[in-house]
């Protein structure tokens, strides 16, 4: 059975639309709640706004357990670490990821992913991404059960970042965004409202060689605090709502075993730097929570779990992923996400594969939910990439 934790009548008023509770409203509320899973006991989740945010986009992450701020700079290092950008070997590049979200559920929920990079020179880079989310289509129905028209909800997130090198090993980032989320969309009510605001990440990134029974490989090390910035409102701010501001670090390893085989093991942790709804500060005054700030909201997920640390330590999520590359054209992947049963229960292997020619590579990415009834179970990702410099010089 699934739990559906988000209210949505606190959103649209029952008196005005009544909603048939077909799959894309369930879908809708899985995706609102961003909790949808088995749990042996009462499940505590942090709630938050806009979750899509959250939602890996790349395949070659998607491979690997949704691992990446460590791993080796490619051209989706945008959503997980930008401070990588500055050590890539091409000058410039691009690509399109695409997601059919939650296809155990629905059919027209999908994710479509536009990210690229420019290196001004050999220490600084500029990066951006756009993010389009579409939860496909709700019917809506009156109290008189007659057909009042659709909904379209959607979300979309654009961004763009500035990365330098500081030192042979050491590189940062910032990245400013600006998210859009229209729950509503077809919806006339005054009550409900689209909802948008803006945010900050700050990466870092630190790369050092590293011998090895006399072979050199690479160990790199990777931390980057996404979305931090204001909260969301859907009511004319009624309400207000905390986005997913999350703290990821990462660590990974190259090693070439010879001139055409490389194995790569990469590591992340997770936690939001969102506070505990269940709190018993929150759960007593609600004023509190809307009035509660971004930062302080920051510091306080910290330390206001109910069950004190061993709560807080459930909170952290993990991954670990693994790539072999052929040639540097042919990539087998493999991984593994794990989140407590208690915040979320999202666990499953991924496995995925990848292959580059010339100035292009198509990538694609698979979960395999341990999960029971986990709607992520299946889920495919497809990234096509592409070096913009080697395709001028094919066309030319």
């Not at 899509?52 to 690997?64: E, F, Q, V």
């Not at 993010?131 to 961004?159: C, K, M, V």
């Not at 409900?192 to 790369?207: E, F, L, N, Q, S």
Request: aromatic content about 14%; glycine content about 8%.
């Amino acid at each position: 059975m699934f739990n559906f934790l988000f209210n949505f009548s606190n959103i649209v008023p029952s008196k005005k639309y009544n909603f048939r509770m077909k799959n894309n409203f369930l879908a809708l509320c899985v995706l609102l709640s961003l909790s949808v899973s088995v749990f042996a006991e009462d499940p505590s989740p942090i709630l938050t706004a806009v979750p899509s945010l959250s939602i890996a986009p790349d395949a070659r992450a998607g491979g690997m357990g949704d691992v990446g701020a460590a791993t080796s700079p490619d051209v989706n290092s945008q959503f997980w670490n930008p401070a990588k950008y500055v050590f890539m070997e091409s000058d410039a590049g691009g690509s399109f990821s695409y997601t059919p979200w939650l296809r155990k559920l629905v059919g027209d929920i999908d994710l479509m992913y536009l990210s690229g990079y420019w290196k001004l020179d050999q220490r600084q880079a500029v990066s951006g991404s756009l993010r389009y989310f579409s939860l496909g289509q709700i019917d809506l129905f009156g109290e008189d059960s007659y057909p009042a028209g659709t909904s379209h909800p959607n979300e979309y997130a654009l961004d763009a970042s500035y990365s330098r090198l500081f030192s042979e090993k050491f590189s940062g980032a910032v990245t400013m965004r600006f998210i859009y989320s229209d729950l509503g969309n077809g919806i006339a009510t005054e009550e409900m409202t689209p909802g948008w605001t803006v945010a900050a990440d700050i990466a870092a990134y630190y790369k050092t060689p590293i011998s090895v029974q006399n072979t050199d490989g690479n160990l790199a090390l990777g931390l980057n605090i996404s979305n931090i910035g204001g909260k969301i409102s859907y009511d004319n701010f009624s309400s207000s709502n905390f986005i997913p501001t999350n703290m990821r670090l990462g660590a990974s390893f190259d090693y070439p075993i010879d001139t055409y085989n490389k194995l790569s093991v990469s590591a992340d942790v997770n936690k939001l730097l969102v506070p505990t709804q269940s709190s018993a500060k929150l759960q007593s005054d609600i004023n509190y929570y809307n009035n509660l700030s971004p930062i302080t909201g920051i510091f306080q997920s910290f330390s206001d779990a109910p069950g004190g640390f061993k709560e807080e330590m459930q909170e952290i999520m993990w991954s670990v992923g693994a790539e072999y590359a052929y040639n540097n054209q042919f990539f087998v992947r493999g991984g593994y996400y794990n989140e407590s049963q208690y915040k979320g229960n999202r666990k499953y292997f991924t496995a995925g594969a990848g292959f580059k020619l010339n100035v292009f590579q198509l990538d694609a990415g698979y979960v395999i939910s341990t999960s029971q009834s986990n709607p992520l179970d299946q889920t495919l990702r497809f990234t096509l990439s592409f070096d913009l410099f080697g395709l001028k010089t094919l066309v030319q």
